[in-house]
């Protein structure tokens, strides 16, 4: 680690900036077996080594203009890892439990990276009509179907292989940030605190994927923008819908970049609003202080990617869950 912790202007302006390099060895990952050995869950082993190196800086000012007290801070995380050695190959591994989803280890690549295939949109009456399509297997596209982008030399017609698969980003923030803010008015104060991400992704394929294969879930009135033969959007968020036993599943349960959303966001955690009850009026009531406030916690979000303004982006593991719940509270501090 190499830093740097700074004070200028007697306390008014201070910070740190702090650059660092990691290395971790031998690190625990399940390695796949083969489904004949009957082992019901892969091992773990002594697999990986990876390296973690990046840049903190926080910052804070603060002043004293007559009756107002102000505070402003920062940080800022900047980190990037890459797995340096994985010593049983490429590891492939499902974003959650049904198999629809995926990650990959791999050397020279960082951990959480999404893998799968490349897309164009959803196939419209005319791409098919004309001939301009790829079979999944021997599967031939309808119209509705995600249309998925070949990693190698192939004709029209020709089929969409695993070997097509291709990085689609990571679920891991390269950039994570925070701010705060104070400023107090004689007997008022108000704070603030906010966070934020940048550089990260994110898998929707449990609400995108999920109702539309095997009967898992219900549909959702946010399914209702999606491709329909009354309405055939080729730019709609959900591609066409099939009964399970239709073998067209295929190509809308496979994980892509079709179900993955850039999950940079700022959000607002934390505003509260307090007011100091004056001394004058506590000693009267036998109180040594008197503290009145009134909070919210996520009380708005700011989205790069608005087709998941729904949804909460702090959920880990590259999976999207339900949105926040915004929470307002009235308290008081009492002191005797």
């Known amino acids: 680690n190499f830093g740097v912790d700074f004070d200028f202007f007697n306390n008014r302006l201070s910070g740190t900036v702090e650059y660092y390099i990691k290395n971790t060895n031998d690190i625990l990952l399940a390695y796949p077996v083969p489904t004949e050995t009957g082992i019901a869950k892969d091992p773990s082993q002594n697999l990986g080594r990876v390296r973690n190196n990046g840049l903190e800086i926080t910052l804070n000012h603060r002043n004293t203009v007559g009756d107002v007290t102000y505070s402003v801070g920062g940080n800022l995380t900047w980190n990037k890892?890459?797995?340096?050695?994985?010593?049983?190959?490429?590891?492939?591994?499902?974003?959650?439990?049904?198999?629809?989803?995926?990650?990959?280890?791999?050397?020279?690549?960082?951990?959480?990276?999404?893998?799968?295939?490349?897309?164009?949109?959803?196939?419209?009456?005319?791409?098919?009509?004309?001939?301009?399509?790829?079979?999944?297997?021997?599967?031939?596209?309808n119209a509705g179907d995600i249309k998925f982008v070949p990693n190698r030399d192939i004709k029209y017609?020709?089929?969409?292989?695993?070997?097509?698969?291709?990085?689609?980003?990571?679920?891991?923030?390269?950039?994570?940030y925070g701010l705060n803010f104070n400023v107090g008015y004689k007997n008022f104060e108000l704070?603030?605190?906010g966070q934020g991400v940048t550089g990260t992704k994110v898998a929707f394929e449990v609400y995108q994927m999920h109702p539309f294969f095997h009967g898992q879930d219900n549909p959702r009135k946010f399914h209702m923008n999606r491709w329909t033969e009354e309405n055939p959007n080729a730019n709609a968020i959900y591609p066409r819908i099939y009964m399970a036993s239709d073998p067209h599943t295929a190509y809308n349960r496979t994980f892509s970049d079709y179900h993955l959303f850039d999950a940079d966001y700022f959000r607002i955690k934390n505003l509260t609003l307090a007011y100091l009850v004056p001394n004058a009026v506590t000693k009267n009531l036998g109180l040594s202080n008197l503290r009145v406030y009134v909070t919210g916690e996520n009380l708005f979000t700011i989205r790069a990617d608005k087709k998941?303004?729904?949804?909460?982006?702090?959920?880990?593991?590259g999976v999207i869950s339900a949105y926040g719940t915004k929470t307002f509270a009235f308290g008081v501090n009492v002191s005797f």
């Open 81 to 141: 890892n890459k797995i340096t050695k994985l010593a049983s190959g490429d590891i492939i591994q499902n974003v959650s439990g049904h198999g629809v989803g995926k990650f990959i280890l791999r050397e020279g690549e960082a951990i959480g990276s999404f893998y799968g295939f490349k897309t164009d949109g959803l196939y419209t009456q005319e791409d098919i009509d004309n001939g301009e399509y790829y079979k999944y297997g021997t599967v031939t596209p």
């Open 157 to 176: 017609g020709e089929a969409i292989t695993n070997d097509d698969r291709v990085i689609l980003g990571q679920d891991v923030p390269k950039l994570t």
């Open 191 to 193: 704070t603030m605190n």
């Open 308 to 317: 998941i303004k729904d949804f909460d982006p702090e959920t880990a593991g």
